[in-house]
């Protein structure tokens, strides 16, 4: 379980923020955005009408509009910006219940970010500050494949045909799926805070116990806001912990830059790196030294929806040369709102990953190409809970059979945010 490039699971659905924020469109130029005809879709003209009041600090008209948005369109964006409106009127416990709720619908790093900003603002505002967020969540997981068995039993080992026996075959269960996550950000200076993370994540299998896994992380580090919050740095450092059915298997140690700037009032630009050292409890063959890069665009589709594809690139050099490789990615994201405040979020990716020496076994060096789909729906609860539903297909085909798998998960979530 080497340390993963820190990307997002679900799409930016808050980039929009941060033009917002700083938008300086002229009254005229606004009036015009607003005007219906320059939208007929009832949802686009309300959104943009209350941008442009938010823009002219005319917040209880802004109110007004989000708050008729929001009423039949749960986005998490038209919550976070009618929040944004209760703060330029100085209803302060109000801005805080709707940024809150934006919260709850998981956003990725920089929206989560950026919100927690204004929940800091509207706490300093109460002289009641409060700098932490926390999420809990427990679920039921169905597991296709948990070992990652081959998809066919005849393997060739050493040159020689071989049939596995079903103990290595694919293996099928449910789990009980239990996580816990906590940020804090303290406030050093107009430009300058300090993050730090920490998460807990347990999967406990109903038959298969050996297969179980527990893994803790944390990272702590500087953020950096520059441009008047055009574009921000994100430095932390972090380990994580892994244990495999009670026992430890995977250590890691990592630095995760992050550079994200906003080119226009729709579109933001990320680029990330990552350098890391791995260390497996039992096999000291795969202890390695990795480096990755990553760039992601995330691209505003009128009100509603995010695009976000992206690329990564990653060298892991470990210490037997067979479990070397190089990977590359590219994936695909959308997500936006449906009928009823639910929230979808579709994504795509495709690897090839390429090793340098063959294994002892294996006639040639190995060569993965994976692709994984995803698909989730989150529906918000009174009380400040929500519900989930996501399915995941992982697919693998190798030149080595023994490494050629399908999995499938499902799981239904139910979060609550704090």
Not at 127 to 145: C, H, L, R, V, Y
Not at 174 to 196: D, E, G, I, T, Y
Not at 221 to 227: D, F, N
Not at 369 to 379: C, D, E, I, M, Y
Request: glycine share 6%; charged share 20%.
């Amino acid at each position: 379980m080497t340390h993963r490039l820190r990307r997002w699971s679900f799409p930016l659905v808050l980039c929009c923020l941060l033009a917002a924020s700083h938008a300086r469109a002229a009254d005229g130029n606004c009036q015009e955005s607003a005007s219906p005809s320059a939208a007929t879709d009832r949802t686009a003209r309300l959104y943009a009408a209350g941008e442009c009041a938010l823009q002219r600090l005319h917040y209880r008209e802004a109110i007004g509009l989000f708050s008729e948005l929001v009423g039949f369109d749960a986005n998490p964006v038209f919550r976070a910006e009618l929040g944004r409106a209760y703060l330029g009127a100085q209803e302060y416990e109000r801005a805080r219940e709707q940024f809150l709720l934006a919260l709850q619908s998981n956003p990725p790093e920089p929206a989560r970010k950026l919100l927690l900003l204004f929940i800091r603002m509207a706490d300093q505002q109460r002289t009641q500050a409060k700098d932490w967020f926390a999420q809990a969540s427990i679920g039921e997981m169905i597991d296709s494949n948990i070992n990652s068995g081959p998809v066919s039993a005849g393997v060739t080992l050493y040159g020689l045909p071989f049939t596995m026996s079903p103990a290595g075959m694919p293996k099928r269960d449910r789990a009980l799926h239990a996580s816990f996550s906590a940020v804090r950000n303290k406030v050093l200076s107009q430009r300058v805070s300090w993050q730090s993370d920490a998460a807990l994540d347990l999967l406990k299998y109903r038959s298969y116990g050996a297969y179980d896994t527990d893994q803790l992380s944390l990272d702590s580090g500087p953020h950096l806001a520059l441009s008047g919050g055009r574009s921000e740095f994100y430095l932390p450092l972090g380990v994580t912990r892994a244990t495999l059915g009670g026992s430890g298997y995977s250590a890691s140690g990592f630095f995760a830059p992050q550079y994200s700037v906003r080119l226009a009032a729709t579109d933001l630009l990320v680029a990330s790196a990552a350098l890391a050292r791995n260390r497996y409890d039992s096999a000291p063959a795969r202890n390695s030294f990795a480096d990755s890069v990553g760039l992601a665009w995330q691209h505003v589709l009128g009100s509603n929806w995010t695009l976000g594809p992206s690329l990564s690139f990653a060298d892991e050099r470990a210490a037997s040369p067979a479990f070397s490789n190089l990977a590359r990615t590219a994936g695909l994201s959308l997500s936006g709102s449906l009928p009823g405040g639910l929230r979808l979020t579709a994504a795509a990716a495709a690897t090839w990953a390429d090793y340098r020496q063959p294994e002892a076994w294996a006639a040639a060096a190995r060569r993965d190409r994976r692709r994984n789909l995803s698909l989730s729906l989150v529906k918000e609860l009174n009380g400040g809970y929500y519900a989930s539903l996501s399915w995941l297909d992982m697919n693998t085909r190798s030149n080595l059979e023994l490494y050629s798998s399908a999995r499938a998960q499902v799981q239904v979530q139910l979060s609550k945010s704090f």
